[in-house]
């Protein structure tokens, strides 16, 4: 059984930064950090596999970073130049290959969970 537990969300001024941590404990070969605004689905929005090979959706690349720690079995999400559409509830998974090896997928493909943490963001 894979566990998470995110950490790190908080609010803060367009165009600032936050890095957000979700520690893993177990086995998986993809994570992922997606994103819920109220009311609609949760989207993936980075993801990385065990060897460190990550993937972002179009409205986060360059500005955010996903990175893993093995010795600290710790994913992070560097989010820089932050916006207030990125204001919403973040949340890290994690699952094995399948059912594919990329790991940018939706989350029913998903079946291990954080519980979240709210990224607010003012402009």
């Known amino acids: 059984q894979v566990q998470l537990v995110e950490s790190g969300g908080g609010s803060v001024q367009a165009g600032g930064s936050l890095r957000l941590s979700c520690s893993v404990s177990g086995n998986w070969f993809c994570m992922a950090w997606f994103r819920r605004v109220s009311g609609r689905e949760r989207e993936a929005i980075a993801s990385?596999?065990?060897?460190?090979?990550?993937g972002y959706k179009n409205s986060v690349k360059g500005r955010f970073t996903i990175s893993l720690d093995n010795d600290k079995n710790t994913v992070y999400l560097q989010m820089n130049s932050l916006r207030p559409e990125d204001t919403a509830m973040y949340y890290c998974?994690?699952?094995?290959?399948?059912?594919?090896?990329?790991?940018?997928?939706?989350?029913?493909?998903?079946?291990?969970w954080g519980q979240g943490t709210q990224v607010t963001v003012s402009s």
């Open positions: 998974a994690a699952r094995g290959r399948e059912p594919s090896g990329w790991c940018l997928q939706p989350s029913y493909t998903y079946k291990n």
């Open positions: 990385i596999n065990i060897d460190r090979e990550p």
